[in-house]
């Protein structure tokens, strides 16, 4: 993984924060969710993040944050809204932690990129996909190689949900430089959809047994969210 894993990490856990939204965007007025037990539920979003439930989760955190430290002015800083963060179970002190992240994103900030309503609309699938590789991929939830797929969310609506994912080799010991070497396999996954006019995007970078966790999580969204 990149040097600034660890301060981006360090960032985004340690300071409990919501990201500022600056004049393009008014993202930050989105109302805050509730947390119950291990479901997290955004009305104003339609949606709701069912976690496993012996991670560490901080909902709606609040206080200033920059996602992206190498671009404090950019549009992951300025059109994002941390809903959720969570932290996998028994951290090892200054070692690699798995970690996940729902986020609400403004698409008024990327408006030559419509969002996709069909499976077969590679362009815009494309289109939205370059756009979020190119202003997250700092963050951690992103490998050097990305690969793009898509699908259709569970239930009645079948909205269309973009996928970025990768894969990579990094030293679980963490600190710059590394004191030593523990070569570790992670995974990273970039999930996007639209529901009542925003995007809604949850994410992980996770070693083997956390991805298999993750992967029974589930992400819902209302019968009356709009797309």
């Not at 805050?32 to 949606?47: F, I, K």
């Not at 950019?74 to 996940?100: H, I």
């Not at 990327?110 to 362009?123: E, G, S």
Request: glycine share 4%.
């Amino acid at each position: 993984m990149r040097n600034w894993l660890l301060l981006i990490t360090l960032c985004v856990l340690a300071t409990r924060t919501v990201c500022h939204a600056g004049p393009k965007s008014t993202i930050s007025q989105l109302a805050d969710g509730s947390l119950l037990r291990n479901v997290y539920t955004n009305d104003a979003l339609g949606v709701s993040y069912e976690f496993p439930s012996d991670w560490t989760a901080n909902p709606d955190p609040k206080g200033p944050v920059v996602l992206d430290n190498l671009k404090p002015n950019g549009l992951a800083n300025q059109c994002s809204k941390v809903l959720l963060l969570l932290s996998a179970p028994k951290k090892a002190e200054r070692k690699f932690s798995s970690m996940a992240a729902l986020l609400a994103i403004d698409p008024g900030c990327f408006r030559d990129a419509p969002f996709p309503q069909h499976l077969t609309d590679w362009d815009n699938i494309r289109r939205v996909a370059d756009k979020i590789i190119k202003s997250y991929s700092d963050l951690p939830y992103f490998t050097d190689h990305a690969k793009i797929s898509v699908t259709r969310a569970a239930g009645p609506s079948r909205r269309v949900v973009i996928f970025i994912t990768g894969e990579e080799v990094i030293n679980a010991v963490e600190g710059i430089p590394a004191p030593k070497r523990d070569p570790l396999h992670v995974n990273a996954s970039f999930a996007l959809a639209q529901s009542n006019g925003y995007w809604v995007a949850w994410a992980h970078i996770a070693d083997d047994p956390s991805t298999v966790e993750l992967k029974n999580a589930k992400v819902t969204f209302s019968d009356a969210a709009s797309q």
